[in-house]
């Protein structure tokens, strides 16, 4: 299937370290969405890309907080000196930017466990 | 900031009831989608709606977008334990410097027992 991949699966640091999660989005699509769930809640945006740059970065919790996206396609999202409160699901969107819906495409998400 | 206040939070009934979840909200949306995750999956989209008073039906699942585009609800008739999940509304804006950016409800989970 060609839906949004994302890596790892499931990740468990230790406080005080860095981690990276991989989104791959749906080939052709230009918007790129990170979000972050915590168990049994909705959704909370982080980071929207438009191609390779981020018009919204509003929803990054802190400045531990960065993403980037090269090509278009791929992007990263990073945590530095992970807290526990940095525990949760992070979901990778894609879209194509057309239209009025945004209808948003959801890989299966990275569960991040900070012991 | 947009927000969306879905209600319940919670719901949990037998087999063969009918529920509706609610989404509302003092903004207008250009558009509302429907979205049902399962444990462990990313939120799959179940539908869009986009006129004000637009209705969509989906098998046993009706979605009404309100006609001043400000709220929707989704109703289920003879739920099913398959039903089971957590349901988002989100609603997008077309207008300002969030484009493409959706609006997430906190979500109901929805338990439905054979």
């Known amino acids: 299937g060609a839906g949004v991949s994302q890596s790892p699966s499931n990740k468990v640091t230790e406080k005080g370290k860095d981690v990276e999660l991989r989104c791959d989005p749906i080939?052709?699509?230009?918007?790129l969405y990170w979000y972050r769930q915590s168990l049994g809640q909705g959704l909370e945006f982080l980071i929207y890309?438009?191609?390779?740059?981020?018009?919204?970065k509003s929803g990054l919790p802190s400045d531990r907080f960065s993403a980037e996206r090269t090509g278009g396609s791929v992007s990263t999202l990073t945590i530095q000196r992970t807290q526990q409160e940095d525990s949760a699901v992070y979901l990778c969107a894609s879209s194509l930017v057309s239209g009025i819906s945004y209808e948003q495409y959801f890989g299966p998400g990275t569960r991040l466990t900070v012991t | 900031t947009q927000l969306l206040e879905q209600s319940p939070q919670f719901l949990s009934i037998q087999e063969g009831e009918n529920l509706t979840v609610y989404c509302n909200s003092s903004?207008?949306?250009?558009?509302l989608q429907w979205y049902r995750q399962e444990p462990g999956e990313g939120p799959v989209l179940l539908v869009t709606?986009?006129?004000?008073?637009e209705v969509k039906k989906l098998k046993r699942l009706t979605f009404q977008f309100g006609d001043a585009r400000k709220d929707s609800s989704l109703h289920i008739t003879a739920a099913q334990p398959g039903d089971t999940g957590l349901y988002l509304c989100?609603?997008?804006?077309?207008?300002?410097?969030?484009?493409?950016?959706?609006?997430f409800g906190q979500g109901t989970i929805l338990t439905v027992h054979p």
């Open positions: 890309f438009q191609g390779n740059s981020a018009p919204d």
């Open positions: 903004s207008v949306f250009s558009s």
């Open positions: 989100a609603g997008h804006n077309a207008g300002g410097t969030s484009y493409g950016k959706l609006t």
């Open positions: 709606v986009v006129t004000g008073g």
């Open positions: 080939s052709g699509h230009t918007a």
